[in-house]
């Protein structure tokens, strides 16, 4: 894993602004006409200053072998926890690399990029509806600690 790019991050943005956008629709949160723009909103606050952003560090997931890109992950430092704790906004494994061991070792990596900052507790959140997301982070070690639940009222 390596820092990301400035050359690297409009794309790493336009992908998660869309990805973030279609994932809350799916959970029933937003509307298709406003989760373009609420997505866009959210990183806006997020990430003011792009990679910039203090305690904001997004990393490029490549295969040791080849060091082609493979993935990236998006951690932000959350120092006032009573734990010093990170949260991982954004996984992503590229589709034609999903399924060969590439999540697993970007998580094992993160938690070791996260050791060295100093943080004892990483934190995540996932849609139900992402069960292959869901396995991952389960097989890495995560627990579930909330559940938001949602009934549509006739």
Request: hydrophobic share 40%; net charge positive; proline share 4%.
């Amino acid at each position: 894993m390596e820092p990301m790019k400035e050359s690297e991050f409009e794309i790493f943005l336009e992908r998660t602004v869309r990805e973030y956008a279609e994932e809350n629709v799916k959970a029933g949160y937003w509307q298709q006409a406003e989760a373009t723009k609420r997505s866009m909103e959210a990183h806006r606050k997020l990430l003011p200053d792009g990679l910039r952003t203090p305690d904001h560090h997004i990393f490029i997931a490549r295969d040791k072998a080849s060091g082609n890109e493979v993935g990236c992950i998006w951690l932000r430092v959350e120092k006032d926890h009573v734990v010093p704790s990170g949260f991982i906004y954004a996984v992503f494994i590229s589709k034609e690399q999903r399924g060969k061991g590439y999540g697993a070792g970007t998580m094992k990596a993160i938690e070791a990029k996260a050791s060295e900052m100093g943080l004892r507790r990483l934190m995540l959140h996932v849609f139900t509806h992402n069960p292959v997301a869901i396995r991952l982070y389960e097989s890495a070690g995560y627990k579930t600690a909330s559940i938001n639940m949602i009934r549509d009222i006739p």
